[in-house]
């Protein structure tokens, strides 16, 4: 199977538009997505939606002042200067596509018949001084940073980012968690529009521009994402303090663009939100939910906040060995369907799972359950 074959087979089918272009204020529409023109800046360029499984183009409406014409992967390539593999990747990140499950030989690639679980082993004793300096010192790993390997470079590059976050005035942040009933979220950052301005300079004192640009934390000059304000949403590193990812969650509700993950799967795979290894360590059953909100509404530790319906790598399954996970995902029909795959796959991995269902009137998801004063009949669901 060639690169061409995924693509049209896998990928351009069930490709997240707003994810890979998002920066070009994407609208989706029936026939098509309509967004900002890379060439001219024009509102007015757009993508067919019936050549998802063909190959997708962007085209700009203005043919006789601008004329641009680009495939979606010529597009992504070189706005990131990435290689063909590069772009594979993000690609199938953008349409939820476990590329691992290909295997490339020289006649090109082979889906691979059985996914192995992998059993992440938790290190119960310290590490040593050195490695804690050179591991959790950010600073340390800033001026060594040109030394680093890719991995580390992101990481450090988006905990750079977290911790800035973390350190803004917070208060759009906490009346967006507030109205939706939530009242402890520490841990999650805040960057506003004025924010981004002040991260973008230190991001270049801090980091080459285009190491920034390669890894599409920058667009040009400026940091990417300066475009609306955001909650920083973290994925926590086993092993260390830094971030693996971030999430951008929209503090605007009217917003199109709803989140946006900050990642590179094929550099650092990140964890869902609120897994770390000393929740690992502590507790025996996990609570699946299906986004951050519904999470934090729970006003629990022991959770594990999917990204989807089909957000959970099912490889980090090896994390609940011997554990119970529980799955309070959406009453509606996709969630309750998204519940039974997670649960049918956590079984085949040897997995306890059960699906905590409740009635669909009192409330759609967890968080409704709480801001209609509700969460009582978890109890309830967890007894049946």
């Not at 997240?16 to 026939?31: P, Q, S, T």
């Not at 509102?43 to 680009?70: D, Q, T, V």
């Not at 300066?226 to 917003?255: E, G, H």
């Not at 519940?339 to 669909?360: M, N």
Request: hydrophobic residues 35%.
């Amino acid at each position: 199977m060639t690169t061409s074959e995924i693509l049209r087979t896998y990928i351009y089918p069930s490709l997240d538009i707003e994810c890979i272009v998002g920066e070009l204020f994407v609208k989706e529409r029936a026939n098509s997505y309509t967004l900002e023109c890379p060439q001219c800046g024009k509102k007015e360029a757009y993508i067919l939606k019936k050549n998802e499984s063909i190959i997708p183009y962007i085209y700009c409406n203005r043919l006789n002042k601008c004329g641009y014409k680009s495939s979606l992967w010529d597009f992504v390539q070189k706005r990131g200067n990435l290689s063909n593999k590069e772009t594979l990747y993000l690609l199938s990140e953008c349409a939820n596509v476990d590329i691992s499950q290909f295997s490339y030989t020289k006649s090109g690639y082979t889906k691979q018949k059985k996914e192995n679980i992998i059993e992440i082993k938790i290190v119960q004793k310290p590490l040593k001084l050195l490695d804690i300096q050179r591991f959790y010192n950010i600073d340390f790993l800033i001026d060594d940073f040109l030394e680093l390997d890719e991995k580390l470079q992101f990481c450090t590059i988006v905990s750079f980012i977290y911790n800035f976050s973390l350190k803004t005035n917070q208060d759009k942040k906490e009346k967006y968690y507030h109205d939706r009933g939530i009242k402890k979220c520490d841990d999650i950052g805040c960057l506003t529009k004025d924010d981004a301005k002040e991260l973008s300079k230190l991001l270049l004192t801090y980091f080459p521009l285009d190491i920034l640009n390669k890894f599409s934390i920058f667009k040009g000059n400026n940091f990417k994402y300066s475009f609306s304000d955001f909650s920083v949403i973290p994925s926590f590193d086993l092993y260390s303090n830094l971030q693996t990812a971030i999430r951008l969650r929209n503090l605007d509700k009217n917003a199109t663009i709803k989140e946006i993950e900050v990642s590179h799967s094929r550099i650092a795979n990140p964890l869902p939100y609120g897994l770390t290894k000393e929740k690992l360590q502590k507790y025996n059953t996990f609570l699946f939910t299906e986004g951050h909100i519904d999470a934090l509404s729970l006003n629990l530790e022991n959770f594990v906040a999917v990204s989807g319906v089909n957000g959970f790598d099912k490889k980090f399954f090896g994390l609940f060995k011997d554990k119970k996970i529980y799955i309070l995902f959406d009453q509606d029909e996709a969630g309750q369907d998204g519940a039974l795959r997670l649960q049918k796959t956590a079984k085949s991995f040897g997995i306890k799972a059960k699906i905590i269902s409740w009635d669909k009137n009192i409330a759609k998801d967890v968080n409704e359950l709480l801001t209609n004063n509700a969460l009582y009949v978890l109890s309830e669901a967890f007894l049946d």
